[in-house]
């Protein structure tokens, strides 16, 4: 019983007391290092603190010690970086085509009647419909036919904008869509008796927070489009720059400022999309809105 209870000592390790089992070669081993702390300890060469600690990790077996954390392993994860990396290639390389921009088209013999006739914001916009005008070039490469239906200019007032940062063509070709008002229902926006709401590709007049739906008849045939609404007096426009100058103009627009624009209303067949401008300002609802090709931008 006696050599048991020699063999037998105690620790406090982590919280707890643990109970330590040495053979006589550990306790050989113990014996020595506690003499050579104590001579540490005698020569001052360590503090009564440190002896103690050093003690208890000294009687503590290997397997009962704290070990500190293992640092994680990323090598595990490299196989996984690699493989997003090679699958985000595609949509770098066409993220990247998207900000450098690139345009071939010029619009040669295209009629342009921006220094002849200009614009107002308490007028209809201007549009002089064109035929036979049509051109097949580049546009932030990719192939692009476009075909001019009409020259365009139109001063107004912007009650929203929404932008497209997404990889799809058409996201390329109109990174922004404006939403303006002009004549009489400036006025009608400016007292709040009416707002718009820009959703994906429209823009759609609101009433006490509610949006206008466009399959109501009592709204587009009666009170509220012959007099307050005016809905022919607000467009959505789908706005294509033809210049990288043009394009931070575009993105420099701002709810309320007045804008004048001038390009043309145009149809693009666009790297697998179609798109056809409205020719009207008096429709309303799905493709109703004017693809406008601007080439000048005045505030």
Aim: proline share 3%; aromatic share 10%.
């Amino acid at each position: 019983m006696d050599n048991k209870r020699d063999s037998e000592q105690f620790a406090f390790v982590n919280g707890k007391t643990i109970r330590i089992e040495n053979t006589e070669e550990e306790r050989a081993r113990i014996a020595a290092a506690k003499a050579e702390l104590d001579k540490q300890l005698s020569e001052g060469l360590i503090t009564g603190a440190e002896y103690n600690q050093k003690l208890i990790e000294l009687r503590v077996p290997e397997k009962e010690k704290p070990r500190p954390k293992k640092a994680k392993k990323i090598n595990a994860l490299i196989p996984i970086v690699f493989i997003i990396i090679v699958a985000a290639i595609p949509e770098i390389i066409h993220l990247n085509w998207r900000f450098f921009f690139q345009n071939s088209l010029l619009a040669e013999g295209v009629p342009n009647y921006s220094d002849t006739m200009t614009s107002t914001i308490n007028n209809e916009p201007i549009q002089i419909n064109l035929e036979g005008y049509s051109e097949t070039g580049t546009y932030r490469g990719r192939s692009i036919r476009i075909t001019y239906k009409a020259y365009y200019d139109i001063t107004g007032m912007v009650t929203s904008v929404r932008n497209y940062w997404g990889f799809s063509a058409y996201d390329a070709l109109v990174p922004r869509d404006v939403c303006m008002v002009w004549g009489k229902l400036v006025d009608t926006y400016k007292n709040h008796e009416v707002d718009f709401s820009q959703g994906k590709r429209n823009c759609k007049p609101k009433i006490n927070g509610v949006d206008i739906d466009d399959l109501d008849a009592s709204v587009v045939k009666g009170k509220f489009g012959n007099d307050m609404l005016a809905l022919h007096e607000f467009s959505n426009n789908h706005l294509i720059p033809s210049t990288s100058e043009i394009k931070n103009q575009i993105l420099g627009l701002n709810k309320n400022d007045i804008v004048r624009i001038t390009g043309y209303l145009v149809s693009v067949d666009y790297d697998g999309i179609w798109l056809s401008s409205s020719m009207s300002r008096s429709d309303y609802g799905d493709h109703a809105c004017e693809v406008f090709y601007v080439t000048k931008i005045e505030k």
